[in-house]
């Protein structure tokens, strides 16, 4: 049985204006298993909230840093936490 978690990342390079938080949601949607969110910070980073079984958080993380999305990341930090729940699918915010 695969444990919940709560995955927070912050992607940063040029990561705005270039369908960042479309493709994170279509991802996460393609893994599956995962609630939260991606959303556009006003220092230019995207931040990711994720919640959903460990290994399902782990390839969306692998994919943030990958050479896949969209513009270009220079780096991805994150924390684990546990999960908090009230999230209704994965939406961009």
């Given at each position: ?25 279509a ?7 995962l609630?939260?969110f ?5 220092d ?15 390839r ?6 990958g050479?896949?999305t ?6 991805v ?10 999230y ?6």
């Amino acid at each position: 049985m695969s444990e919940d978690v709560r995955l927070v990342a912050w992607v940063r390079g040029r990561v705005q204006g270039v369908g960042f938080r479309w493709f994170t949601r279509a991802k996460a949607l393609e893994i599956g298993g995962l609630s939260g969110f991606a959303l556009n910070l006003e220092d230019g980073r995207v931040q990711v909230v994720a919640e959903g079984p460990r290994g399902a958080c782990q390839r969306l993380l692998d994919w943030l840093g990958g050479a896949d999305t969209p513009g270009r990341v220079e780096g991805v930090t994150e924390i684990w936490d546990t999960p908090r729940g009230g999230y209704d699918g994965f939406s961009i915010r």
